[in-house]
């Protein structure tokens, strides 16, 4: 078991792009058991922006090993959120440094870094929390408990996706970006967009996939990698997923983030609705419920599983699980396009 913390969490971002915005109303609305009090970026203005919000000065570094020594026992933890190709180097330092993590997704780029950090956090006794913040969605939560409780009994198909188009314009934000990168990206739009409804279709199948067939396009991005994908998976279980993502088009009309379907009936929805339709049934029952800042229980939990030493919902093997499967997929892309 990893070491527990005592008190309040004491994190250091590294890496205060845009994408910390939410992770910083996480850490403002948690205070009293998690809080930021460093940061890390080659951006000055990027550090200043994410200090202006939180509404405190904090100590600044530009290199991560440098805040590592530095900062030694005045940190417990540390939130990744450093372009891809970053994130496997970053989760190495930190657990070597004795730091439980928190790693935005991907948690790395290949499976050998994936196999050298479940490595290095066994070996360190941290805790490793992979960032897949939209398991805290309503209506996923909500059906995970209820495919578990058997409401639709042995799963047969399930589909899960995420789709918007994003317009080829000055405020584009993949020119010229390290996303526009293969080598720095780790791939296209499934490693990126795609890999949430990839770790949302491992968490609902609950099993382990045997058969993963990928068609990957692109069609409008201004990057090396795939713009759009369209996966199919076996599972051991028996069950055919189904995973559709892009930055190409929007959501197919009248189709929904999940879908799942098992021998008794079938659940779909999206955000905050949920339906339920059982066997027989001609109309679905519909659930609304209230919204939830998925960063802001990630970070939640994040503490909570610091707090208590439990394992954090998922960790080293899910990340690598839904990295594998990414990696699968995008085999023969390169004859593809």
């Not at 205060?16 to 080659?42: S, Y």
């Not at 995420?162 to 720095?184: G, I, Q, Y």
Request: aromatic share 8%; glycine share 8%.
């Amino acid at each position: 078991m990893a070491k527990r913390v005592n008190g309040v969490v004491r994190v250091a971002l590294i890496g205060t792009g845009g994408i910390t915005h939410p992770h910083a109303r996480g850490f403002l609305h948690h205070k009293d058991k998690i809080q930021c009090v460093a940061l890390c970026d080659i951006r000055e203005e990027a550090m200043e922006a994410r200090a202006k919000q939180l509404g405190t000065d904090l100590p600044r570094y530009k290199d991560w090993k440098k805040l590592l020594k530095e900062m030694g026992d005045e940190i417990d933890a540390v939130d990744i959120c450093l372009p891809h190709y970053l994130h496997g180097p970053a989760i190495l330092d930190a657990a070597a440094a004795g730091k439980h993590i928190l790693c935005e997704k991907p948690m790395c780029i290949s499976l050998k870094e994936a196999d050298a950090i479940e490595r290095a956090v066994k070996k360190a006794g941290v805790t490793y929390m992979s960032g897949h913040n939209q398991l805290f969605m309503p209506v996923v939560r909500e059906a995970k408990k209820m495919i578990d409780e058997g409401a639709i009994g042995e799963i047969r198909w399930l589909r899960s996706q995420d789709c918007f188009r994003v317009e080829l314009n000055d405020k584009n934000p993949f020119r010229n970006s390290w996303r526009a990168k293969l080598k720095t990206q780790g791939g296209g739009e499934l490693i990126d967009t795609g890999y949430h409804p990839s770790y949302r279709l491992l968490y609902l199948a609950n099993s382990k996939p045997t058969m993963i067939r990928g068609n990957l396009a692109r069609f409008m991005q201004p990057i090396e990698g795939d713009d759009t994908a369209s996966v199919q998976v076996r599972f051991a279980n028996g069950a055919l997923g189904e995973i559709l993502t892009s930055w190409a088009f929007d959501n197919p009309h009248g189709s929904h983030q999940i879908h799942v379907i098992g021998e008794k009936g079938q659940i779909f929805g999206s955000e905050n609705t949920l339906y339920y339709l059982p066997t027989g049934f001609s109309e679905p029952s519909k659930r609304t419920f209230e919204p939830v800042e998925t960063f802001t229980a990630e970070i939640g939990h994040f503490a909570d599983a610091l707090r208590n030493g439990t394992r954090p919902i998922h960790s080293v093997e899910e990340g690598r699980a839904v990295l594998e499967l990414i990696l699968e997929a995008a085999k023969g892309w390169d004859k593809q396009k």
